[in-house]
């Protein structure tokens, strides 16, 4: 395969990770975080530095970057997300910046020079294979217990709250579970470029994502995978025109909201045809032949 | 030494407030997050740059033709990119407050180039020097603009028929839409206004530093947005207190802690503050009704 | 029928910043009763529901659920020991289905978590299977089976009124307290939710504690009926002896009646 094809597919590949694990936190939480990002860049770091100075197995590099994310993510998480709307948003957009800052200042990551020579080992089969994982998993805990609690926080939290729902509990688990898939995504970036700098990770970065996930579509698992392939496609097409071409992105995102402000594939309020999983209706299936 | 540190504080901080100014008062009205303001910034400093060196204006003129700009500036883009998204989702209006941002950087990279360009400072160095502290002429025109600026908006909101329509659309623009207040005037006014500020801090800015370049606003934007949560959001004195505190915190920090963390604690003071009083020093807390 | 108190609370006193929203109310609640609480607006009925489910915290006073301490719970806390309830305004979750609704009032009676929901593990099937069927069947009690597909938005106000009840039920509460359950109900949905309440109590053995301004619907199903005013409990009894009362009527009507 032509490598530049090759490359566009696996920032797809990745971006589809990352715009998927955002959407579990946003769409179907409705906790809005701006620092998506810098979960990544833990994924990231931490993965690469497993490879590059432990000499661990990429598999297990993987792992341990999507768990010191998901770490990272519940630690963050359980205070700040006691906070609604946009103060959350402010909150995790601070924090993201606040790694940022930090992955510049420490030694072992290479500082404000980055972090080089790091193996390449993310090929088009990991890849598929892990937005596969991605989505197979998000999509069982989406149509489960944990995906009804984290739906009805998004709608109305004192509702769900009555109801014998720990919101506290399942923002934070969805944050971390979020957090842990960018950590992947981080890792698969981090051994495919070979080089990163924690302004790769930056501010702009999880704007992007957000930016995936709202053009899709909220709390629509095909949205974020239309997103993400769109707004990596889109920049790419552009780039004959470099002058032009984040003018061009940022034109096509206001008239996107001003066209379809619920999303490519968004539900609009009320009149929606509620698509129905088919464990719903296996489940259904099954009482009724009772 | 410590009051050196204040004074340098305040100066810094001032332009902090009047950027928080623009951020809270378009919060306390439509509830954005309005994150081209940053952008307005910038390109208010890049007019009183150009208005002077190209055009040979004196300093007083070119502020004032530089806020004018900015304000027709703000003024477009809210008719543009949030005047149609006003019933829509608040997500789609903040993508499309990004998609403003990212189309006003790369305008101003396309018009102006990527390289800082030199502000030249229209007056002497002059500076007056205490045995505690020492004090430019600069700064000291820096600090009364701010000051005139903000006890000049503070006048207006409190005493003028507009500003007394601006506090009642903030606070419930639907009744205040029933008392016969044109909706979409004060909206205008209140961007016209807010970018006006941020142009006048772009300026200081621009005249302190003596650089401006197309990025100087991502950071005073973000930071701006950060004095007017330190305040309590939609508190137009809390937004003054918010940018004299954190430009104080700022100084400090860099004096006693670490210059490389200079930007981390901004955030850092953001997050605590949101943990432990979310609405801000001077804001109300809400209560939400079961 | 054994006179058994579920719910006791002594002394509630609550305020909201200066303000004295109730005053030394002490109140109690036996298996299986249906109570009605009334009084003009601000009396501070809605303000005790929400200290019996835990969404504020009584200032002083304590609230005994089956003998045990309940003040100072959290709301997901106190629903699991059998406290449900419906809201003044209807507070269902309109983009979910109708039974995704109802499967939510499951959540406190199942376990399933992130590693059940993502293997699918056979416990988690069973239990996803169990719960499935009491959504249903309170759906048919109800009388909404039929729209258990449908947008919980997509249904009438009425429907959205039962809906909240039969989600509330799907939590297998002991007590039930349903916040003004037939308002903006027409004449037939009322009377049909007359019904209801009724056979919630009578073939599921629900205790109800109902706040309601209909006084048509509160003097005709409650065995027993409680008056606040400005905060204090002013009178209880049968509705018969409520009715009668000088204070309630004085309360309602004003000094002068």
Not at chain 2, 150 to 160: A, E, H, P, Y
Not at chain 2, 195 to 206: D, F
Not at chain 3, 122 to 141: D, I
């Amino acid at each position: 395969m032509n490598v530049y094809y090759l490359q566009l597919l696996i920032l797809i590949g990745i971006n589809i990770i990352m715009a998927s694990s955002l959407n579990l936190v946003i769409g179907y939480t409705g906790q809005l975080s701006l620092g998506h990002a810098a979960f990544m860049s833990l994924g990231a770091y931490t993965s690469a530095l497993a490879t590059l100075r432990l000499g661990l197995p990429f598999g297990a590099a993987l792992l341990i970057g999507a768990v010191v994310a998901a770490l990272f993510g519940i630690v963050i998480g359980l205070p700040t997300l006691q906070l609604k709307g946009d103060y959350l948003a402010i909150a995790t957009l601070g924090f993201g910046e606040i790694v940022r800052i930090v992955f510049l200042n420490l030694d072992i990551t290479g500082g404000a020079v980055g972090l080089r020579g790091i193996p390449k080992e993310t090929d088009f089969l990991w890849v598929i294979c892990l937005v596969l994982i991605t989505g197979f998993a998000l999509n069982r805990i989406i149509h489960s217990r944990v995906g009804r609690a984290l739906l009805a926080i998004r709608e109305d939290e004192t509702a769900a709250e009555s109801m014998g729902i720990n919101s506290t509990y399942y923002k934070t688990l969805c944050f971390g579970v979020g957090a842990f898939f960018a950590g992947i995504g981080g890792g698969l970036f981090a051994h495919w470029f070979r080089y990163i700098h924690p302004n790769t990770f930056g501010f702009l970065n999880s704007i992007e994502y957000l930016c995936m996930v709202v053009l899709g579509g909220l709390g629509n698992m095909w949205g974020a995978v239309i997103g993400a392939g769109l707004l990596t496609i889109i920049p790419e097409l552009l780039r004959q025109i470099a002058d032009l071409r984040l003018l061009i992105y940022g034109i096509v995102l206001i008239i996107m909201m001003r066209v379809r402000p619920q999303g490519i594939l968004g539900q609009s309020q009320g009149k929606s045809t509620h698509t129905l999983s088919r464990y719903y209706k296996q489940i259904l299936g099954k009482i009724k032949n009772r | 030494m410590f009051v050196q540190q204040l004074i340098n504080g305040i100066i810094l901080g001032s332009t902090y407030a009047l950027i928080a100014l623009g951020y809270t008062m378009v919060y306390g009205i439509i509830e954005l997050i309005n994150f081209a303001h940053g952008e307005i910034y910038m390109f208010g400093a890049f007019t009183g740059m150009i208005l002077m060196t190209r055009f040979n204006l004196p300093f007083p003129a070119a502020l004032l033709l530089a806020m004018v700009t900015a304000a027709l500036m703000g003024v477009t883009v809210e008719y543009v990119a949030y005047r149609p998204l006003r019933r829509s989702p608040r997500l789609a209006a903040l993508i499309s407050a990004i998609g403003a941002s990212i189309f006003l950087q790369n305008l101003a990279l396309l018009l102006w180039g990527s390289r800082p360009q030199n502000f030249p400072s229209p007056f002497k160095i002059k500076v007056y020097q205490s045995s505690f502290f020492s004090i430019s002429q600069l700064e000291i025109i820096i600090l009364v603009i701010s000051f005139l600026l903000m006890v000049g908006l503070s006048f207006f909101i409190k005493n003028t028929r507009t500003g007394k329509a601006m506090r009642a659309t903030a606070q419930d623009r639907d009744t205040a839409s029933l008392m016969g207040i044109n909706i979409n005037r004060i909206i205008t006014i209140t961007f016209a206004i807010g970018s006006a500020l941020g142009a006048a801090a772009g300026v200081l800015v621009g005249i302190y530093f003596r650089t401006v370049n197309p990025m100087m606003g991502v950071m005073p934007g973000l930071k701006g947005f950060v004095a007017a949560v330190l305040g309590g959001i939609g508190s137009i004195p809390g937004a003054m207190l918010g940018g004299l505190l954190l430009g104080i915190a700022e100084v400090a920090g860099v004096a006693y802690i670490s210059s490389q963390y200079r930007d981390a604690i901004a955030f850092a003071i953001l997050i605590i503050v949101l943990l432990f009083k979310p609405s801000g020093l001077v804001g109300l807390p809400d209560q939400e009704k079961v | 029928m054994a006179e058994q108190t579920i719910l006791k609370a002594t002394n509630i006193c609550h305020s909201f910043g200066g303000l004295m929203a109730l005053k030394d109310v002490d109140f109690k609640i036996s298996s299986k009763e249906i109570v009605g609480l009334i009084g003009p607006n601000g009396a501070g009925k809605t303000t005790l529901f929400n200290l019996f489910t835990g969404h504020y915290c009584p200032t002083r006073g304590e609230i005994y659920f089956n003998n045990r301490k309940i003040n100072g719970l959290k709301p997901y806390q106190i629903t699991p020991q059998g406290i449900a309830r419906t809201f003044q305004n209807i507070r269902i979750f309109s983009q979910m289905s109708v039974l995704d609704n109802v499967l939510i009032g499951q959540h406190c009676r199942t376990k399933t978590g992130l590693w059940g929901a993502i293997i699918r593990t056979s416990g988690s099937k069973r239990e996803e299977a169990r719960a499935y069927e009491t959504a249903l069947k309170m759906l048919h009690f109800v009388n909404l089976e039929e729209k258990k597909d449908e947008h919980a938005s997509n249904l009438s106000y009425g429907e959205q009124r039962r809906l909240e009840i039969a989600r509330a039920l799907a939590t297998d509460p002991t007590l039930l307290l349903l916040d003004e359950p037939a308002a903006g109900m027409n004449p037939q949905e009322t009377s049909t939710l007359i019904k209801l309440i009724r056979q919630i109590r009578d073939e599921m053995n629900k205790t109800i504690l109902l706040i309601e301004h209909d006084m048509k619907v509160v003097m005709s199903i409650s065995e027993r009926v409680a008056v606040l005013n400005y905060g204090r409990k002013i009178a209880e009894g049968t509705p018969q002896e409520v009715q009668n009362n000088d204070e309630v009527i004085k309360a309602y009507l004003g000094e002068s009646a």
